[in-house]
């Protein structure tokens, strides 16, 4: 049955005529005998059942002695053109047409699209992967602000900005051909099953981008001490160039099988120490000790946070992204709405894991939530532990009234060499 429409669609015959009985009388109004087709081309079947055609064949031109005939308009009709095999064709104008188009649509897709090779030194567009700059000591990394990464206020959260300082971060690494098996470890560091691991964070936010905002973030690793790596960043909107987040943080490197703290392997120092940066800390260090929080010091408390499985990472401990969350989840919802974040340190004590189960403890420093009004800008004491009393994070906050003035500038890429 498809069959047989699928074909009466590309070969239309003519229709089915009535059988007259072998006798017909009177006129027939432009219809023809049975048996004999528009061409005047008799057929019979024979005993055999082979259809058997009988060409020359004339329709009839006296019908019970009635002469009968075809009338149009001009009292004359013509034979139909002969049925071949090129007339009987389907008209394949509109498929072709239809092809034609979605070839052009295809084509003018792939024409917007830049398969050019990139070099090393420009792997991408102004969203794309990033860039070296600066003799290859900085890294370069442009954000497009989504409008899922904006919060209550329309402006990109505190854990937007620290993902982006963590994404460039990591292809830096990997732009200069040291990502080897791992969370930017190196290859000499996968041989030895050792990581970097975060151990202080000092962040400085002038304003926060909002939807639609592209910012530029750079940054450069430099020495810390014997056993550490420091990484700075700067971030800028695209459009005006100010400076809006300044961001400089301390690693170390700890064993992925044992969990502790590892000196430096002169192999992996020999990879590394080549893209180092001579320069000062972009954020001065805060030097002042965070005092200890407990359950008497501290005035507001969450218990019973737990991580999921999407706040690990690849080393299978939670992001230092995730534990920002889990600090704000014990602010008052005062400063919340009533204040946004200016400034942040951190001081990470242990790694966290997915059967962890954590607390939060905050302190307000001054008359507390009340003397808000009076001060403007307020300070907090941050505690993330276990639940037997082991230290996570240690931090200390600093809040200034939403849509007050800002501080302006707050530095520039250091020159190589400094």
């Known amino acids: 049955m498809v069959a047989s429409a699928a074909t ?14 072998g006798r017909n009388s009177g006129n027939y109004g432009g219809s023809l005998p049975a048996g004999v087709d528009a061409r005047g081309i008799k057929s019979k079947s024979s005993s055999s059942g082979k259809l058997q055609v009988k060409a020359n064949a004339q329709a009839p031109s006296k019908v019970n002695g009635t002469k009968v005939g075809i009338k149009t308009d001009d009292d004359v009709i013509s034979s139909p053109p002969p049925r071949t095999f090129i007339n009987t064709l389907p008209d394949w104008s509109m498929l072709l047409a239809a092809i034609t188009t979605i070839f052009l649509a295809a084509e003018k897709q792939w024409m917007m699209l830049d398969w050019k090779p990139k070099r090393p030194d420009m792997l991408g567009g102004p969203f794309g992967f990033g860039r070296i700059v600066q003799d290859g000591l900085v890294f370069r990394e442009n954000f497009s602000i989504r409008s899922y990464e904006i919060g209550a206020d329309r402006t990109a959260s505190i854990e937007t900005l620290m993902n982006h300082l963590q994404e460039t971060a990591l292809n830096h690494v990997k732009s200069v051909g040291l990502l080897g098996d791992g969370f930017g470890s190196t290859p000499e560091m996968a041989k030895r099953n050792l990581i970097w691991v975060v151990s202080k964070m000092q962040v400085l936010v002038d304003r926060y981008p909002t939807w639609g905002d592209v910012v530029q973030v750079d ?10 790596m420091r990484r700075d960043w700067l971030v800028r909107d695209c459009k005006t160039g100010d400076v809006i987040t300044r961001a400089s943080s301390l690693w170390v490197m700890m064993n992925k099988e044992t969990r502790r703290l590892s000196k430096i392997p002169d192999e992996v120092r020999a990879e590394i120490e080549g893209y180092y940066l001579d320069s000062p800390p972009i954020v001065d260090e805060d030097g002042r000790k965070l005092p200890k929080l407990d359950d008497k010091t501290a005035k507001y408390i969450r218990t019973g946070l737990t991580p999921r499985w999407s706040d690990l990472d690849v080393n299978q401990h939670v992001n230092n992204v995730k534990y920002i969350g889990w600090i704000l989840e014990s602010a008052p919802l005062p400063i919340l709405e009533s204040h946004e974040l200016a400034a942040m340190t951190l001081e990470y004590r242990r790694e966290c ?3 962890s189960v954590v607390q939060s403890l905050t302190s307000v420093l001054g008359s507390g939530v009340g003397d808000m009004a009076i001060s403007g800008y307020v300070e907090c004491q941050h505690l993330l532990r276990l639940e037997d009393g082991a230290e996570i994070v240690k931090g200390r906050t600093v809040w200034r009234p939403k849509y007050a003035n800002r501080i302006g500038s707050m530095g520039q890429l250091p020159a190589a060499g400094a």
């Open 353 to 355: 894991r997915k059967d």
């Open 8 to 21: 009466a669609a590309f070969f239309p015959a003519t229709s089915s005529l009535p059988d007259s009985g």
């Open 219 to 228: 940054t450069w690793v430099a020495a810390s001490g014997k056993n550490g």
